[in-house]
């Protein structure tokens, strides 16, 4: 077994358990009480599970060390919090929208360091120009993160939550379905 393998294994084992949790939580994020940008995040972070799943064999070239270890699963791990604080509910009283802005912190906290870190792995474990045009996307998605973390406004959340879902989206179909459209990392 490969070192890329066994580390591998750890972070499928992580982000799986993140998958499970918001899969199991679908039926009651979709029941009457839903709240849409909560239930779109749900979403997302579904989709940026897959993601980051898929982009795992990007690393199979890489040589990993302890340190290298550390940081995938500690990467892997804030995933899985994320989807921990979308779905931890207290109770069927405490409705999703309430549930939310309880947890909006936590879990944009979590969001903002998945997407800071990911793109740092990009940059020192994969060669990634800091001038590639995805970027752009990542820059822009930290910055949904931390406006989010800060502004509990509910317009600014329904709105953060829409962007960020349509620029992930973006970002797969152009970088993952046409990975050399820009050329070389």
Excluded at 146 to 162: D, P, Y
Excluded at 168 to 173: A, E, K, N, P, Q
Aim: aromatic share 18%.
């Amino acid at each position: 077994m490969s070192h890329f393998e066994y580390v591998a294994v750890m972070m499928s084992i992580i982000m799986g358990l993140g998958i499970i949790r918001l899969l199991s939580s679908l039926d009651s994020v979709f029941s009457k009480d839903r709240y849409w940008p909560h239930a779109l995040w749900v979403f997302s972070l579904f989709w940026l599970h897959v993601q980051n799943w898929w982009g795992l064999w990007e690393l199979r070239q890489v040589t990993f060390n302890v340190l290298i270890y550390s940081v995938l699963i500690c990467y892997a791990s804030v995933l899985y919090l994320s989807a921990v604080a979308l779905t931890n509910r207290s109770g069927d009283d405490v409705s999703w929208k309430t549930h939310f802005y309880a947890q909006r912190r936590w879990f944009f906290g979590a969001l903002f360091l998945v997407v800071l870190i990911g793109t740092l792995m990009t940059r020192f474990l994969l060669g990634a120009s800091l001038l590639h045009p995805y970027r752009l996307i990542q820059f822009s998605c930290l910055a949904m993160a931390a406006l989010a973390f800060f502004r509990s406004h509910e317009l600014t959340q329904k709105i953060i939550s829409v962007l960020f879902l349509v620029l992930m989206m973006f970002g797969i179909s152009l970088f993952r379905f046409m990975p050399d459209l820009f050329g070389a990392r």
